[in-house]
Protein backbone atom coordinates (compact mmCIF):
# COMPACT_ATOMS: atom_id res chain seq x y z
CA UNK A 1 0.00 0.00 0.00
CA UNK A 2 2.44 2.69 1.17
CA UNK A 3 5.33 1.41 -1.37
CA UNK A 4 3.02 1.91 -4.28
CA UNK A 5 1.56 5.26 -3.13
CA UNK A 6 5.25 6.49 -2.37
CA UNK A 7 6.45 5.32 -5.54
CA UNK A 8 3.91 7.24 -7.21
CA UNK A 9 4.59 10.61 -5.30
CA UNK A 10 8.27 10.55 -4.78
CA UNK A 11 10.58 10.74 -7.14
CA UNK A 12 13.61 9.12 -5.02
CA UNK A 13 11.73 6.06 -3.59
CA UNK A 14 15.16 4.05 -4.30
CA UNK A 15 16.46 5.92 -1.69
CA UNK A 16 14.15 4.77 1.10
CA UNK A 17 13.36 1.26 -0.41
CA UNK A 18 15.77 -0.11 2.40
CA UNK A 19 13.47 0.85 5.37
CA UNK A 20 10.41 0.88 3.58
CA UNK A 21 9.24 -2.65 5.48
CA UNK A 22 9.95 -1.62 8.50
CA UNK A 23 7.08 1.46 7.95
CA UNK A 24 4.87 -1.50 5.73
CA UNK A 25 4.96 -3.29 8.88
CA UNK A 26 4.58 -0.40 11.50
CA UNK A 27 1.57 0.88 9.61
CA UNK A 28 0.07 -2.92 9.74
CA UNK A 29 1.19 -3.57 13.55
CA UNK A 30 2.03 -0.86 16.35
CA UNK A 31 2.93 2.06 14.78
CA UNK A 32 6.45 1.91 15.76
CA UNK A 33 9.77 2.01 14.25
CA UNK A 34 13.32 1.76 16.21
CA UNK A 35 15.92 2.74 13.40
CA UNK A 36 19.33 4.41 13.56
CA UNK A 37 19.18 5.85 10.55
CA UNK A 38 18.04 9.37 10.86
CA UNK A 39 17.98 10.31 7.29
CA UNK A 40 15.40 7.42 6.50
CA UNK A 41 13.16 9.01 9.33
CA UNK A 42 13.87 12.49 7.71
CA UNK A 43 12.89 10.87 4.68
CA UNK A 44 9.62 9.39 5.73
CA UNK A 45 8.81 12.49 7.29
CA UNK A 46 9.05 14.27 3.99
CA UNK A 47 6.55 11.38 2.35
CA UNK A 48 3.84 11.60 5.36
CA UNK A 49 3.25 15.02 3.94
CA UNK A 50 2.01 13.13 0.69
CA UNK A 51 0.80 9.78 2.78
CA UNK A 52 -0.77 10.76 5.98
CA UNK A 53 -0.88 7.33 7.23
CA UNK A 54 2.65 7.65 7.71
CA UNK A 55 2.23 10.23 10.19
CA UNK A 56 0.87 8.11 12.78
CA UNK A 57 4.15 6.26 12.68
CA UNK A 58 6.42 6.37 15.93
CA UNK A 59 10.14 6.77 14.48
CA UNK A 60 12.89 6.64 17.98
CA UNK A 61 16.80 6.34 17.17
CA UNK A 62 18.07 4.70 20.05
CA UNK A 63 20.98 6.29 19.78
CA UNK A 64 19.60 9.53 20.75
CA UNK A 65 16.88 8.02 23.17
CA UNK A 66 16.21 5.69 26.01
CA UNK A 67 14.54 3.38 24.43
CA UNK A 68 14.91 0.47 26.91
CA UNK A 69 12.84 3.36 29.31
CA UNK A 70 10.18 3.84 26.55
CA UNK A 71 9.38 0.15 25.79
CA UNK A 72 9.02 -0.52 29.51
CA UNK A 73 6.72 2.09 29.89
CA UNK A 74 4.83 0.25 27.18
CA UNK A 75 6.15 2.47 24.26
CA UNK A 76 3.66 5.48 24.59
CA UNK A 77 2.23 7.73 21.65
CA UNK A 78 4.46 10.54 21.99
CA UNK A 79 4.18 12.85 19.53
CA UNK A 80 7.67 14.23 19.69
CA UNK A 81 8.70 11.06 17.88
CA UNK A 82 5.75 10.73 15.19
CA UNK A 83 6.93 11.16 11.45
CA UNK A 84 4.68 14.66 11.30
CA UNK A 85 5.78 16.74 8.31
Same mark, same amino acid.
Given at each position: ???? +? ?7 ? &? %? *? ?7 ? !? ?13 ? +? ?7 ? &? %? *? ?7 ? !? ?25
Amino acid at each position: MVNA +QAQALWPGT &K %Q *IEKDLFLVE !LALETDRRVISLNEK +QRKQFSQLA &K %Q *IPDLSAILW !LNPDGEDVPAWLRNSAPDDPQYRLDP
